[in-house]
């Protein structure tokens, strides 16, 4: 397996820096780390982004979610291990990442619920997360990025990164 091109975050001045700056305005916003994490896991195993796959998964490991709630993250609905909060996220998530798979992609009563658990400003950035969690994927897949080595060696127990892939 070969990537297509280095990444395009790498290859743009001031891309890299751009994308990390939406990541760093999210976490200021007062969502658990968690839900964040879980949520980007999620949009990427739907776009197939094994390079965030295998880095957020890693995140939520090194943050000492259980592997059980890692594992089925993309079953979410059928377990028991979300709270009504997380599921919300997840919802909004999938509904904002598959825009092109329904006539109403957002649909009111996703983001009524994710409104049950969020304040208007926590709203905005699980929005802001979701997109930018989007980019990356986007960016990673068309470039066929392939994670590996690099991503054990950037994500180890003591270093968790910035939510910035």
Known sequence: MKNRIDSPALTVP???KALQGLGAVVEQADIPETTLLLMQLRASQINGCGVCVDMHSRELGNAGEPDVRILTVSA?????????????????????TRLADRP?????GVWDEAARHYDEQQLAA???????????????????QISGEWVSQWITPSQPTSRAA
């Open 76 to 96: 979410w609905r059928d377990v028991s291990y979300f709270t009504d909060a997380e599921r919300a996220a997840l919802a909004l998530t999938e509904a904002a």
């Open 104 to 108: 109403d992609p957002v649909p009111d």
């Open 14 to 16: 001031g891309a890299l």
């Open 126 to 144: 699980l929005v802001l997360a979701i997109a930018a969690i989007n980019a990356w994927n986007r960016l990673n897949v068309a470039t066929r």
